[in-house]
């Protein structure tokens, strides 16, 4: 069971408490003077007449009203707060799957610094453009991993994103296909138009199951929007060997791999979906989100609560206490 007590928010304020008896006494004192200092200079039988019409008692009375709202004020500046308040905010918004691609290829250079690296941020870029959109993030190489499930969490997709490199996934290759699979699954069995893929790779698939995977995402309502990392021209892949060296990822023949961005694949991947493609480039992230993802439906996806102490104490003490100056 939680206790609840009264607590401070500011609470070396209360040190000034301890001040207001001084400043009665020298309310009291100044009061005592001022009666001494007339009686040297009025004469008796004048005194009476003089100051008749004060009233001690209204005095007194405005005194203490002073210390106790000077002191009232000194406890509102201490942020009294006594228990909790429970707040529900619905968010509403879209569900966006990021599908990064992690095979080997992503390691090449015409996309500087690797292509791995521009594709992270680029993902950094659309995230920090989401309000109230869940997003999940999906690696892929040779299979599909769900690296972070649909969140509002979007620090936790950025240490996610983090993580990324080409070894996360085992096996090698490009298979377009599953991550578009793995997404789809992530997605669930939501109804309308809310959902968007966002495929980054250089589209190098050995087969065409991709685009069949696409096609099948569209009837589930699913939008996939393709970056295209890399360049036509191409380069080769660098990697470091085991003994510390140099090298190029060769074929089998023995021959250093070029790798080239296929924007054809990405493009009719895109477009059997409702989706487009873009280059990577530094306003491809605010592209996708206002042409593709903005102009999407948005649907309720969660409720976030938060729970913040109870300031009302320190709201009323603020009110219309009104200074008795004139009491």
């Keep these: 069971m939680e206790t609840i007590a009264l607590t401070f928010g500011s609470p070396l304020w209360l040190w000034g408490l301890l001040a207001l008896p001084v400043f009665a006494a020298l309310y009291v004192w100044s009061h005592l003077r001022g009666r001494a200092l007339i009686s040297k200079v009025v004469a008796p039988r004048l005194r009476e007449q003089l100051a008749g019409s004060v009233s001690v008692v209204r005095r007194v009375v405005r005194g203490v009203l002073i210390v106790l709202t000077l002191g009232l004020v000194l406890v509102a500046l201490a942020q009294p707060r006594y228990g909790f308040i429970q707040q529900e905010i619905k968010q509403r918004g879209r569900d966006i799957i990021v599908a990064v691609d992690t095979s080997k290829s992503m390691l090449a250079t ?4 690797t292509r791995l690296a521009r594709a992270k941020l680029l993902t950094q870029d659309l995230i920090r453009l989401l309000k109230g ?4 993030l999906v690696a892929f190489a040779g299979s599909a991993f769900l690296q972070a499930p649909l969140t509002l ?8 994103l983090d993580e990324l490199d080409t070894n996360v996934i085992p096996k090698g290759g490009t298979d377009i296909a599953s991550a578009i699979s793995t997404a789809e699954q992530a997605f669930g069995k939501a ?3 809310t959902r968007a893929l966002v495929l980054l790779t250089d589209g190098e698939e050995l087969d065409e199951d991709g685009v069949a995977a696409a096609k099948k995402a569209a009837e589930h309502g699913i939008r996939i929007f393709t970056v295209g990392i890399g360049s036509p021209e191409g380069s ?5 060997s085991e003994d510390g060296r140099q090298d190029f990822v060769r074929d089998v023949s023995g021959k250093p791999v070029q790798t080239k961005l296929d924007e054809s694949r990405l493009k009719e991947i895109a477009k059997a ?4 493609f873009v280059p990577i480039g530094p306003d491809a992230a605010k592209e996708i989100f206002q042409q593709g993802i903005e102009p999407m439906d948005a649907a309720e996806s969660g409720i976030l609560s938060s729970r913040q102490q109870n300031n009302e104490l320190c709201l009323r003490l603020l009110g219309r206490w009104g200074w008795p100056w004139d009491f």
């Design 110 to 113: 015409d996309v500087a610094p």
């Design 133 to 136: 959109d869940r997003v999940g």
């Design 153 to 160: 969490d979007y620090g936790a997709v950025i240490n996610a």
């Design 191 to 193: 109804e309308g138009q």
């Design 236 to 240: 080769l892949i660098p990697f470091r």
């Design 273 to 276: 979906t409702g989706g487009f």
